[in-house]
């Protein structure tokens, strides 16, 4: 199989399946299949190429490409392309990956569903009148309905793993700083971190390899080695290995299904010779309002920068209003609900007089979460949880009440929080059919943890 032949499949199934499930928002089967050959030749050369090299791969709208428009979802940014290649991107074509289009997502990744996108929901494969997760739920989908073997997405508070878990796709969430975000469109920055969507967790690894390790051009990229991921995920044995069960992420508001499978898949690792008990992380279940006073705080600062003179739409530029009301009625014509409901939240939260009660209390907290997850690597190596309380929701289901969306990151925010590495694998379909995700929670620098359970459930 050549990587053209490849390429090409990968290309039809888009064209037979992206007009129902609305996956990628853009497509360039040309650029796809040249860059495909280029890599034919240089195997056909003899030349020494990676694992990945000539692999099809979808890229979440959000990180910037030179050859394809970078929307992140938003009327805003609606045909802009960047003019540099962020750092995944350009590790993704060094090592000979072909990148077929950008997925669609929610706006500026805020979201659990896609719905938020300006260019319409996309639909889940397993059941398309569905949602795919979010915010990545066109880099799951894609990956789901056999589109592309590959994709990235990024992670702020769960839009790797919840899509992950409720297509039955592997999503990882790398240690805060192990894959560069330059060239990620900043969304809330001290929790954005870029990583693999893949079907095996062996895939996972090989690819966490190509796009993670240090960048000099991200503040926060740690220098330090990615680690022998692929290795841990056929690792295969639990031998020593100590589990904990996070005790705060069941009970009321979790699906029976989901809880079985989570049951079944801890079971799996216990006959892999895993040592499991029960941990409490009392403040865990204080992540998600913490999460929802940090991240609007960030956003409404990273987007600030729309501002219709720099990127994107510009609207009412038309010789006689001034510079501000033409930013106001950009930002108003190019954001949707769901980005002008956290502008406002942040922009009061950083608010002076009301820092302290909101941004500074919330920052707080978020140091007794990591505190949390100190106490409790002390004496298990990894927790587990579900990934998300319930299956797929209805699309439709979840929209005029944003309270009900944020719950689907209940049980992914606190590794943000604590900027740990965590991911979502496949354990198996609820009753009804729909796909169930298990979560591992690793300490900072310690994904290869992640890639021994995750090769375990396989
Ligand atoms: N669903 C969460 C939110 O809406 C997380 C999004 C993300 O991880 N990008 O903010």
């Given at each position: 199989?050549?990587?053209?032949?490849?390429?090409?499949?990968?290309?039809?199934?888009?064209?037979?399946?992206?007009?129902?499930l609305?996956?990628?928002?853009?497509?360039?089967?040309?650029?796809?299949?040249?860059?495909?050959?280029?890599?034919?030749?240089?195997?056909?050369?003899?030349?020494?190429?990676?694992?990945?090299?000539?692999?099809?791969?979808?890229?979440?709208?959000?990180?910037?490409?030179?050859?394809?428009?970078t929307?992140?979802?938003?009327?805003?940014?609606?045909?802009w392309?960047?003019?540099?290649?962020?750092?995944v991107?350009?590790?993704?074509?060094?090592?000979?990956?072909?990148?077929?289009?950008k997925?669609?997502?929610?706006?500026?990744?805020?979201?659990?569903?896609?719905?938020?996108?300006a260019?319409?929901?996309?639909?889940?494969?397993?059941?398309?009148?569905?949602?795919?997760?979010g915010?990545?739920?066109?880099?799951?989908?894609?990956?789901?309905?056999?589109m592309?073997?590959?994709?990235?997405?990024?992670?702020?508070g769960g839009?790797?793993?919840q899509?992950g878990?409720?297509?039955?796709?592997?999503?990882v969430k790398?240690?805060?700083?192990?894959?560069?975000?330059?060239?990620?469109v900043?969304?809330?920055?001290?929790?954005?971190q870029?990583?693999?969507?893949a079907?095996?967790a062996?895939?996972?690894?090989?690819?966490?390899?190509?796009?993670?390790?240090?960048?000099?051009?991200?503040?926060?990229?740690i220098?330090?080695?990615?680690?022998?991921l692929a290795?841990?995920?056929?690792?295969?044995?639990?031998?020593?290995v100590?589990?904990?069960?996070?005790?705060?992420?069941?009970?009321?508001?979790?699906?029976p299904?989901?809880?079985?499978?989570?049951?079944e898949?801890?079971?799996?690792?216990?006959?892999?010779?895993?040592?499991?008990?029960?941990?409490?992380?009392?403040?865990?279940?204080?992540?998600?309002?913490?999460?929802?006073?940090?991240?609007?705080?960030?956003?409404?600062?990273?987007?600030?920068?729309?501002?219709?003179m720099?990127y994107?739409?510009?609207?009412?530029?038309?010789?006689?209003?001034?510079?501000?009301?033409?930013?106001?009625l950009?930002?108003?014509?190019?954001?949707g609900?769901?980005?002008?409901?956290?502008?406002?939240?942040?922009?009061?939260a950083?608010?002076?007089?009301?820092?302290?009660?909101?941004?500074g209390?919330?920052?707080?907290?978020?140091?007794?979460?990591?505190?949390?997850?100190?106490?409790?690597?002390?004496?298990?190596?990894?927790?587990?949880?579900p990934?998300?309380?319930?299956?797929?929701?209805?699309?439709?289901e979840?929209?005029?009440?944003?309270?009900?969306?944020y719950?689907?990151?209940?049980?992914?925010?606190?590794?943000?929080?604590?900027?740990?590495?965590?991911?979502?694998?496949?354990?198996?379909?609820s009753?009804?059919?729909?796909?169930?995700?298990?979560?591992?929670?690793?300490?900072?620098?310690?994904?290869?943890?992640?890639?021994?359970?995750?090769?375990?459930?396989?």
């Amino acid at each position: 199989l050549t990587s053209e032949d490849l390429t090409r499949a990968c290309l039809e199934r888009i064209d037979a399946q992206n007009p129902t499930l609305n996956v990628f928002l853009s497509v360039d089967p040309e650029g796809a299949l040249e860059a495909a050959r280029a890599v034919d030749a240089r195997r056909a050369a003899a030349e020494h190429l990676g694992p990945l090299a000539g692999i099809p791969i979808a890229v979440k709208d959000n990180f910037c490409t030179t050859d394809f428009a970078t929307t992140c979802g938003s009327r805003m940014l609606e045909g802009w392309v960047p003019p540099y290649d962020a750092t995944v991107v350009t590790r993704l074509r060094q090592a000979g990956l072909i990148i077929v289009g950008k997925t669609n997502m929610d706006e500026f990744a805020m979201g659990s569903s896609t719905e938020t996108s300006a260019f319409g929901p996309t639909r889940n494969p397993w059941d398309t009148d569905r949602i795919p997760g979010g915010s990545g739920g066109g880099s799951a989908a894609a990956v789901a309905s056999f589109m592309t073997p590959l994709a990235v997405g990024s992670d702020t508070g769960g839009s790797i793993r919840q899509p992950g878990s409720v297509t039955g796709t592997v999503g990882v969430k790398p240690t805060y700083g192990g894959v560069s975000r330059y060239g990620l469109v900043a969304m809330a920055s001290s929790l954005d971190q870029p990583g693999p969507v893949a079907r095996t967790a062996y895939d996972a690894a090989l690819l966490h390899q190509i796009i993670g390790g240090y960048d000099p051009m991200d503040s926060a990229s740690i220098d330090a080695p990615v680690g022998e991921l692929a290795t841990a995920a056929r690792a295969r044995s639990l031998d020593g290995v100590r589990v904990g069960v996070v005790k705060e992420f069941a009970g009321e508001g979790y699906e029976p299904g989901v809880l079985r499978r989570f049951e079944e898949a801890v079971d799996v690792l216990r006959a892999a010779g895993a040592e499991v008990v029960e941990v409490s992380c009392p403040h865990f279940t204080y992540a998600l309002p913490t999460y929802y006073l940090i991240q609007p705080a960030e956003l409404s600062s990273n987007l600030a920068r729309f501002d219709g003179m720099r990127y994107g739409l510009r609207v009412g530029d038309d010789g006689t209003r001034s510079a501000e009301e033409v930013m106001n009625l950009t930002r108003e014509a190019g954001f949707g609900r769901e980005a002008k409901r956290r502008i406002i939240i942040g922009t009061y939260a950083l608010s002076a007089g009301y820092y302290d009660a909101y941004y500074g209390s919330a920052q707080r907290v978020r140091t007794l979460i990591q505190r949390d997850f100190a106490a409790a690597f002390e004496t298990v190596d990894v927790l587990v949880s579900p990934t998300t309380p319930t299956v797929a929701f209805k699309i439709g289901e979840r929209v005029a009440d944003p309270l009900s969306m944020y719950l689907a990151d209940l049980c992914t925010i606190p590794s943000n929080m604590a900027g740990n590495a965590s991911a979502s694998f496949p354990a198996g379909l609820s009753d009804d059919g729909l796909p169930v995700g298990f979560q591992v929670m690793a300490p900072p620098l310690a994904d290869e943890r992640l890639y021994i359970i995750g090769g375990v459930l396989e």
